[in-house]
């Protein structure tokens, strides 16, 4: 089945402590993309990448770093988590970066930092 | 800038009723694709319905269709014979070809009632 993977569903964490959410495609998709949703802002992007040790920042990049080693598998690190990152996050891919190709969403990952 | 704007923060309708969600959007490019995604409360992120701009045409999925209006930047979805299911954020996003990024609309919170 193809499907975006994205772990863990939900997460507490403290301020400061270093963490991980993976994020993996079985698509073979070329462009990979984190997001964060917050009520009254949407969707908005964080990191992408376009292919294998490709990636750019979005608009909101401030306190995230990626990786992309594989081309499958496309992790969110947050070095120092704060409050202010408490969100809800996705991870999509895509076929490729063209206009025509349609995002295939993770089922995201609640992130509540304390 | 590129923008999409959806001016409906929340809306209801009653059940086997017609519900318009509005979208405008914003850019300069020439060619380009539009695309409806629906947020059910499982958070899933799900794929309702797609544009091409340079098609005069309407895309229609069923009971979703879209009102495409090049010339005034306007995209909006049209659900008929709304259902219980239907119940969803409902986001409206462009992928820009010129910067690589999908870029969403702040949402609109449909809920349909019995």
């Known amino acids: 089945e193809a499907q975006v993977t994205q772990n863990p569903r939900y997460l507490i964490t403290v301020t400061g402590k270093k963490l991980t959410v993976t994020c993996s495609q079985n698509m073979n998709h070329e462009y990979m993309s984190w997001y964060r949703q917050d009520p009254g802002l949407g969707l908005r992007q964080i990191y992408y990448?376009?292919?294998?040790?490709?990636?750019d920042k979005g608009d909101v990049p401030e306190g995230y770093k990626v990786s992309r080693k594989e081309k499958r598998n496309f992790p969110l690190i947050l070095e120092s988590p704060s409050p202010n990152q408490t969100s809800l996050y996705f991870c999509a891919s895509r076929l490729s970066y063209r206009e025509y190709s349609e995002a295939f969403f993770g089922q995201g990952t609640r992130l509540t930092v304390v | 800038a590129q923008t999409v704007t959806q001016s409906q923060p929340e809306m209801s309708v009653q059940e086997a009723e017609t519900v318009t969600l509005s979208c405008t959007y914003d850019?300069?490019?020439?060619?380009?694709?539009l695309f409806w995604y629906k947020q059910p409360p499982s958070r899933q992120m799900i794929l309702v319905i797609r544009?091409?701009?340079?098609?005069?045409q309407n895309a229609t999925e069923n009971r979703f269709s879209v009102n495409f209006q090049k010339a005034a930047k306007s995209f909006s979805l049209k659900i008929s014979d709304s259902q219980l299911g239907d119940t969803a954020m409902y986001f409206c996003a462009f992928p820009s070809s010129g910067t690589y990024k999908y870029i969403f609309g702040t949402g609109t919170r449909l809920k349909v009632l019995a």
């Open positions: 850019t300069s490019e020439n060619n380009y694709y």
């Open positions: 544009q091409e701009a340079y098609k005069q």
């Open positions: 990448s376009m292919n294998v040790e490709v990636t």
